[in-house]
């Protein structure tokens, strides 16, 4: 029998209940491996923070007990019968969903968001040090549900929301309508070329008044975007950056080593996220979420 039918025949044999407590039990031996092999001097407090929790916890995301007082159940979801599209209620203001999630998952994803943005997880975006001012050009790659942007609507002047997955451009319209006069919704991929489903921030903002704050989830494709805004964030005076550093092992250091280059001052979140995907499973296990550059 070949690898690919016994790995066939596990997922058929095995719950998937099951196979995910046994890939988070061989995770967090590598995890603790990786962490016990370095010298006391290479490990640091926070490190050691995280690893403290995660030896008395389930393998997470977010280390850390803030987590605990988020309760799926408590989400309230509502249905807009006129649009057919169900919502929660985000600070006041209707946040849609995809036309087909569930009312469970919609509870799930937006706990999760809920804890991302947490006063102390290392995924929130704003701190009272790092804020989005009045008047500023929000451009947010990788906007999925759209929550930052509508959490500072009423204060911006200009939001560019790109997102590549059309299933989210119907929700993000109805979210948006109230304030679809400063609100644009682009359905490419930024990236470092163009093409009919790439864009670089150079070429899409040839012709407009420039942003002065970006900012980047985009699942790994980081460096491809700021590759291709780079003449962008080298020449601008004034800039806020606000981007994920954790999807690949080594995102951190070769984004502060960009944004130096560039003369912006950078500061990473507090704390320590754990992200599992398999092909990115690779030291350090524990890396920071966001970065916050600007300058």
């Not at 991302?116 to 997880?121: I, K």
């Amino acid at each position: 029998m070949s690898k690919r039918e016994k790995k066939s025949l596990y997922r058929k044999l095995v719950p998937k209940f099951i196979r995910r407590s046994i890939s988070d039990i061989s995770r967090k031996k590598l995890i603790f491996d990786y962490y016990n092999a370095l010298p006391e001097s290479e490990v640091n407090s926070e490190e050691v923070e995280a690893l403290t929790y995660l030896k008395k916890h389930r393998l997470c995301v977010f280390p850390y007990s803030f987590q605990d007082k988020y309760k799926r159940k408590d989400v309230e979801v509502f249905k807009d019968e006129k649009l057919n599209l169900k919502y929660i209620l985000f600070e006041g203001k209707r946040l849609y969903f995809k036309r087909k999630s569930s009312f469970r998952g919609i509870r799930r994803n937006y706990t999760n968001l809920l804890l991302e943005q947490d006063l102390n997880s290392p995924h929130r975006y704003l701190t009272d040090d790092f804020d989005i001012s009045e008047n500023d050009i929000l451009v947010d790659v990788g906007s999925a549900e759209g929550n930052l942007p509508l959490a500072v609507i009423e204060k911006v002047k200009k939001v560019y929301l790109f997102e590549t997955d059309e299933n989210w451009l119907e929700p993000l319209r109805a979210t948006f309508a109230p304030w679809k006069d400063k609100v644009e919704i682009i359905n490419k991929f930024v990236s470092d070329k163009n093409d009919e489903n790439h864009t670089t921030l150079e070429e899409f903002f040839k012709d407009k008044e420039h942003f002065n704050v970006l900012k980047i989830d985009a699942e790994g494709a980081e460096s491809d975007i700021l590759k291709g805004g780079e003449k962008i964030l080298s020449e601008q005076k004034s800039m806020k950056v606000l981007i994920c550093c954790y999807h690949k092992p080594n995102d951190e250091k070769e984004f502060n080593l960009f944004f130096k280059k560039h003369n912006f001052a950078t500061a990473c979140s507090n704390g320590y996220m754990i992200f599992t995907d398999p092909k990115t499973f690779f030291p350090p296990y524990l890396r920071r979420g966001v970065m916050r550059a600007r300058k």
